[in-house]
């Protein structure tokens, strides 16, 4: 599966931002979808991810109660809704598909990423 991240860009702090992951194939009840993050100088993190079917999410301690994962109407795209947005949430984030892990680590695939810059 190719993914392909985007809706990346510049808001101030308190904002929100919706990124989306659009799929080359259907991913609903094929592969968990997942995004990470990679801030400056750091390595990639996990961020959140969905379920192959019944849409359990699950979040880091960071995303909780912000963020929002979830999937299109299409079953091929995922979206990340990100309220609240910090300075300290500017990073590079990646859309990432794994067939098992209801939580990956190092997932099967991953998408481009889209830069997100919380400044005022």
């Known amino acids: 599966v190719q993914l392909q991240a985007s809706g990346g860009g510049l808001v101030k702090p308190g904002g929100s931002l919706t990124l989306s992951c659009a799929a080359s194939e259907r991913t609903l009840g094929v592969y968990v979808m997942a995004w990470f993050r990679q801030l400056p100088g750091k390595e990639r993190e996990f961020v959140a991810s969905?379920?192959?079917?019944?849409?359990?999410?699950y979040y880091s301690d960071s995303a909780k109660g912000r963020f929002a994962i979830s999937r299109g109407d299409d079953k091929s795209t995922v979206y990340l809704q990100m309220n609240n947005l910090r300075p300290e949430d500017t990073a590079v984030y990646y859309c990432?598909?794994?067939?098992?892990?209801?939580?990956?680590?190092?997932?099967?695939?991953w998408g481009h990423g889209t830069l997100v810059t919380v400044s005022s």
């Open positions: 969905i379920s192959k079917g019944i849409d359990l999410t």
């Open positions: 990432a598909a794994d067939r098992y892990a209801s939580r990956p680590v190092n997932p099967d695939y």
